[in-house]
């Protein structure tokens, strides 16, 4: 496994506009430079964000956090690792399940070995897999602060950015009718504010305000189309 190159700061965030597909967005070379004895393991990633059924934790997601973690990787303690985790955090996701981040942890466990890693290398891939789930990592944990920073990034996007987010993971859950949907999104956004910081990197610090601005603006506008 190649150690992350560096990278230059990005541009507000990588994440790419929501909007007509793009392909691929490069990923498979991406894959292929971190672990280039394992093209099918990458190929079989790539498949799974880009199922059909994905709305918003696709290949556009992978891709803006992927380019999130090389962002803050210098504040990383095994950068490499962390960019691993942030390919397989939503590598299972099923948006009738609650269990999502562990059966994408299990998958992680299964399938680096034979890709040639460490047994401990797995253990940390699958243990920041499972931090998605609620964002919190430890005070001093710098690998969980950046891939919970990278997943989180689009928070702190500009406006019509977030707008479009929130209206992608709406599609996702176009199952879920518009009372139980304000109820349960009100909730998450609530249990994100309620965090001590959003951001736990030295970078993502600055993301704060924008992040809680646009939760907060979102948490109003649900709370204006109630009954």
Do not use: M
């Given at each position: 496994m190649t150690d992350l190159p560096e990278h230059p700061e990005l541009p507000e965030?990588?994440?790419?506009?929501?909007?007509?597909?793009?392909?691929?967005?490069g990923l498979p070379s991406r894959?292929?430079?971190?672990l280039p004895g394992s093209p099918e393991l990458g190929a079989g990633l790539v498949a799974a964000y880009?199922?059909?059924?994905?709305?918003?934790?696709?290949?556009?997601?992978?891709?803006?956090?992927?380019?999130?973690?090389?962002?803050?990787?210098?504040e990383a303690a095994?950068?490499?690792?962390?960019?691993?985790?942030?390919?397989?955090?939503?590598?299972?996701?099923?948006?009738?399940?609650?269990d999502n981040e562990e059966q994408s942890a299990r998958l992680a466990e299964s399938a680096l070995p034979p890709a040639g890693l460490k047994s401990e290398q797995v253990a940390e891939v699958a243990r920041l897999v499972r931090l998605t789930a609620n964002h919190d990592p430890a005070e001093a944990d710098n690998n969980g602060a950046v891939l919970c920073d990278a997943d989180l990034s689009i928070l702190a996007s500009h406006p019509e950015s977030y707008a479009a987010y929130v209206r992608a993971v709406r599609r996702e859950y176009a199952h879920v009718s518009e009372g139980e949907w304000r109820v349960g999104r009100a909730a998450v956004l609530e249990q994100l504010l309620d965090l001590p910081?959003?951001?736990?990197?030295?970078?993502?610090?600055?993301?704060?305000?924008?992040?809680?601005?646009?939760?907060r603006t979102e948490l109003a506008s649900l709370a204006s189309r109630a009954p």
């Open positions: 965030f990588a994440h790419p506009p929501v909007g007509p597909d793009a392909g691929d967005f894959w292929n430079r971190l880009g199922a059909p059924t994905r709305r918003y934790h696709d290949l556009r997601h992978l891709h803006g956090v992927l380019d999130a973690v090389a962002t803050l990787a210098a095994e950068p490499s690792l962390v960019e691993l985790a942030g390919w397989f955090h939503d590598a299972v996701y099923d948006v009738h399940r609650q910081a959003l951001f736990r990197t030295t970078a993502g610090a600055s993301w704060e305000i924008t992040a809680r601005n646009n939760l």
